[in-house]
């Protein structure tokens, strides 16, 4: 069964960080582009972050660059997001997400798989 | 960036009733545009892609067409598990991959 399970949510304080984890399973991780994607609470959804089969072509939502950090080990079959100087309007539900297809991230076809989340609260 | 412009941003119809969503990218996106649904509580799926690929899960009286910059989503005869919320999303070129904001479909 293709699987995608997040983890390292909770939550933080403004200006803290965290790291959160996606474990994939049940397909070839690394023949696929992944992405996370959040949506607030009573929002809809915001693309965050994607990034390559290879990790060389990564890409950022406006929002986050320059705080957030994606990568993968395609060894574990993981992806990883690395979140720092966390501001309250980071406050989601973080979703893990496969490509429909393809290795790359360019001009790529949706995400196709996806996990249930885990939820980021920053608050003081 | 590519801005996805979604209408109506609600929408309230009967069972059997035909549905369309149409989404508006600010600038040509060809056929790089994705439709997803979304059930509350639930995680979202994507319904169609490149404009008006069915997933093999999806019914075929749902329909996607477009090109450039106006898309629509079309369900031909409502059912009762289709009311839920859809979003487009654009995944043209390089990031960022906006979405749209949502349609919720409601039960007339």
């Known amino acids: 069964e293709v699987q995608l399970v997040e983890s390292g949510g909770g939550l933080v304080q403004p200006g803290r960080s965290l790291r959160l984890s996606c474990a994939a399973s049940?397909?070839?991780?690394?023949?696929?582009?992944m992405h996370w994607v959040r949506q607030a609470p009573g929002r809809g959804l915001e693309w965050v972050s994607g990034i390559s089969f290879n990790s060389e072509a990564i890409g950022y939502a406006d929002s986050v660059k320059g705080r957030f950090t994606i990568s993968r080990d395609n060894a574990e079959s993981s992806l990883y997001l690395q979140m720092n100087s966390l501001r309250a309007e980071d406050t989601a539900l973080y979703y893990c997400a496969r490509a429909v297809a393809g290795t790359g991230l360019y001009y790529n076809y949706g995400m196709g798989v996806w996990g249930q989340g885990t939820t980021v609260t920053v608050s003081s | 960036d590519i801005q996805m412009t979604q209408s109506p941003s609600s929408l309230s119809a009967s069972v059997g009733d035909r549905v369309t969503i149409t989404c508006r990218a600010s600038q040509s996106i060809s056929n790089f545009l994705n439709w997803y649904q979304q059930k509350p509580g639930k995680a979202p799926k994507l319904l169609i892609y490149v404009a008006s690929t069915l997933q093999s899960w999806v019914p075929s009286r749902f329909s996607g067409s477009g090109s450039g910059t106006d898309f629509t989503l079309t369900i031909s005869s409502l059912q009762p598990e289709d009311f839920a919320t859809y979003y487009c999303?654009?995944?043209?070129?390089?990031?960022?991959?906006?979405f749209g904001q949502g349609t919720k479909l409601e039960i007339k």
């Open positions: 999303q654009q995944s043209y070129s390089t990031p960022p991959y906006t």
């Open positions: 049940g397909f070839t991780f690394d023949d696929y582009a």
